[in-house]
């Protein structure tokens, strides 16, 4: 892969330009100021899967993202963790190869780089999209998500509560297998799974589902969500 070195651009703002060409289907943006490359992953050419990827890693020292290029439309996986973003471009629903977004996360020593996104982009449009991680940031509403390709979600730690999942304010992607609430301001627990918004509820497919309180249920764990709700509410009836 390519590694830019900061600053890039005026100011250390990211400039598209010195992606470089051909446009890599792995772009990995992250802040490694202060020597931090804990934030810095790779993908190795290996299994026939990864054998067509490129990558480039982006390195900046700005919270700054410009509009992204017409020519990023053929980037699969996005990786913009631990840049202390305040958002992103609204063109990021051009992206419609992208099948895997990472927005959460930041080094552990190092929290004032964790992404201060509110609120995202409508993503509808990212019809290939299969995983979304926004997990530690401030999203206090999820964007219109895409309802077919979707399979992991995690927002776990976000300020996300009840109102956020209202019954006819939220539909969540129905083919989801993963889900994360941790530390979400949501109604359920593993005792009260019965208080999970319903949107929730009426996931068929949840392989891991994590509850707010940190416990998982879901057919991995041998615990399908339907069935921990029944229990909770025959249990009650008691």
């Not at 100011?11 to 992250?30: E, F, H, M, R």
């Amino acid at each position: 892969g390519t590694m830019l070195q900061p600053p890039i651009g005026e100011l250390g703002s990211a400039n598209w330009d010195q992606v470089g060409d051909p446009i890599p289907k792995t772009l990995i943006l992250c802040d490694l100021s202060d020597d931090c490359l804990s934030l810095l992953t790779t993908k190795h050419e290996g299994s026939k899967e990864d054998r067509n990827f490129s990558e480039c890693t982006l390195l900046t020292a700005s919270a700054v993202l410009p509009p992204f290029p017409e020519e990023f439309s053929i980037i699969e996986e996005l990786d913009l963790s631990g840049n202390a973003l305040d958002s992103i471009p609204d063109n990021i629903n051009n992206l419609t190869n992208l099948r895997s977004l990472f927005l959460g996360g930041y080094p552990t020593d190092h929290p004032e780089r964790k992404n201060k996104i509110q609120a995202l982009p409508n993503l509808s449009s990212l019809i290939h999209l299969e995983h979304l991680s926004v997990h530690d940031t401030n999203l206090s509403i999820l964007p219109e998500l895409p309802m077919l390709s979707l399979r992991i979600l995690r927002v776990d730690r976000c300020p996300l509560d009840d109102v956020c999942f209202a019954k006819g304010k939220m539909q969540l992607p129905p083919n989801l297998t993963t889900l994360h609430l941790e530390g979400c301001s949501l109604s359920g627990s593993l005792e009260r799974p019965d208080l999970l918004p319903d949107c929730v509820k009426e996931l068929k497919y949840l392989e891991d589902l994590q509850l707010p309180d940190g416990c998982h249920i879901g057919l991995f764990f041998g615990m399908p969500v339907n069935e921990a709700v029944s229990m909770a509410e025959k249990g009650l009836k008691r």
